[in-house]
């Protein structure tokens, strides 16, 4: 059965990720900054999920993670976790372990690099 908050947080990294922002400036106007894609943060993300879900030593996350591969080795990590997850693949406590975290960091994203609408709809 596919996961309405999967469903939703990847239709928001869809958007998000097709976004460009500006890092170390103050304005958007690129004097000193880099222009990055969100997209550009999709290892640190999975590979953020990873660590913490070793280090809190939820097992089922951490193999979950994994089993498409290393996660330097995924091709769109993020996007891959997300589809995987909308199809119902994890159980229900991997699902709502990676959901809720997923949610935190991509609604974040969204309200700083934003416009972006992030509701339920």
Same mark, same amino acid.
């Given at each position: 059965? !596919?996961?309405?908050?999967?469903?939703? *947080? !990847?239709? *928001?990294?869809?958007?998000? &990720?097709?976004?460009?922002?500006?890092?170390?400036?103050?304005?958007?106007?690129?004097?000193?900054?880099?222009?990055?894609? *969100? /997209? %550009?943060?999709? *290892?640190?993300?999975?590979?953020? @999920?990873?660590?913490?879900?070793?280090?809190?030593?939820? &097992?089922?996350?951490?193999?979950? @993670?994994?089993?498409?591969?290393?996660?330097? /080795?995924?091709?769109?990590?993020?996007? @891959?976790?997300?589809?995987? @997850?909308?199809?119902?693949?994890?159980?229900?406590?991997?699902?709502?372990?990676?959901?809720?975290?997923? &949610?935190?960091?991509? %609604?974040?994203?969204?309200?700083?690099?934003?416009?972006?609408?992030?509701?339920?709809?």
């Amino acid at each position: 059965m !596919a996961d309405p908050r999967a469903a939703r *947080l !990847a239709q *928001l990294w869809s958007r998000l &990720a097709a976004q460009h922002v500006t890092l170390g400036a103050g304005c958007g106007c690129m004097t000193g900054g880099v222009s990055v894609s *969100l /997209e %550009d943060f999709e *290892l640190d993300i999975v590979d953020y @999920l990873w660590a913490e879900s070793e280090r809190l030593g939820v &097992a089922p996350v951490v193999a979950f @993670l994994l089993a498409p591969g290393a996660i330097n /080795e995924q091709v769109k990590p993020v996007m @891959l976790l997300l589809t995987r @997850l909308e199809d119902g693949e994890a159980d229900e406590a991997v699902a709502d372990w990676l959901l809720s975290r997923l &949610a935190r960091t991509l %609604d974040s994203f969204a309200r700083l690099h934003g416009p972006v609408n992030t509701s339920d709809d």
